[in-house]
């Protein structure tokens, strides 16, 4: 009898662990959930509360710059105001990718068929850094119909493509090669580009967040390291 009630005796137990692990999932799942909504009410309050400042900043100091006489005519007056207007757009533009970032990593990513040919043709189209008067940027063959998600993809490719024709010696025409091949079930996506180049020893901090590579260029170091999370939360990988 002793060895027929063991067997329901440890299932008992089993059941009872289990429940009390379901529940404790549950309740740690809740407070992620509670977590992850007040960093979303935290990025949205940094959007609205330190951004609108930051404009009022720049826009002032080229109001005084051009309508205040005793400012317009002094050369160092004219200085201090351009010094206010460019660290207020560079503050802008770190806020604006670090909102992106954590958008990239709060936010839900659904996934459907996404063609990249029509994805990145429409990129080329929208941004003028990118038109044929600015760079040469050549598309060799198809790119694939891949599964992920067609904003997550925009932030990646328009980034790359970013990069590529930014990072170019001074004078030089930005040259960049889009190409694609299908291996196991992946496609890859090579961004390839006649720029300045990377170090060998800096490659491995390239997807890193605030790492710069080259203070000459303009820029917050976080552009390739949404890159890399976005690829990432669609199942895929990046590297150079």
């Known amino acids: 009898?002793?060895?027929?009630?063991a067997p329901h005796d440890a299932q008992r137990k089993l059941s009872l662990h289990a429940a009390d692990l379901e529940a404790t999932v549950a309740e740690r799942t809740a407070k992620l959930k509670e977590t992850v909504n007040d960093l979303q009410s935290v990025s949205y309050t940094i959007?609205?509360?330190m951004r609108a400042p930051l404009r009022a900043m720049g826009i002032f100091a080229r109001l005084l710059m051009d309508d205040v006489p005793a400012v317009s005519a002094s050369p160092e007056g004219r200085n201090y105001c351009e010094r206010i207007v460019v660290g207020a757009a560079r503050l802008d533009n770190l806020i604006n990718d670090a909102l992106n970032y954590t958008k990239a990593v709060l936010q839900d990513v659904?996934?459907?068929a996404v063609d990249?040919?029509?994805l990145v043709r429409g990129l080329l189209d929208t941004y003028p850094n990118l038109h044929a008067d600015a760079a040469d940027i050549q598309i060799d063959g198809a790119l694939p119909t891949v599964l992920g998600n067609e904003s997550l993809l925009t932030q990646c490719f328009s980034n790359l493509l970013g990069n590529a024709v930014k990072?170019?010696?001074p004078g030089a025409r930005p040259t960049v090669r889009l190409w694609s091949k299908i291996e196991d079930g992946f496609a890859r996506v090579w961004v390839e580009d006649k720029g300045i180049g990377i170090p060998k020893h800096a490659q491995p901090r390239l997807f890193a967040m605030f790492e710069k590579l080259d203070d000459k260029y303009e820029g917050t170091g976080i552009g390739l390291a949404i890159v890399r999370k976005v690829v990432e939360r669609m199942g895929g990988k990046v590297g150079v």
């Open 110 to 112: 659904p996934v459907q």
């Open 47 to 49: 959007a609205h509360d």
């Open 116 to 118: 990249l040919s029509k």
């Open 167 to 169: 990072f170019v010696a």
């Open 1 to 5: 009898k002793r060895a027929e009630e």
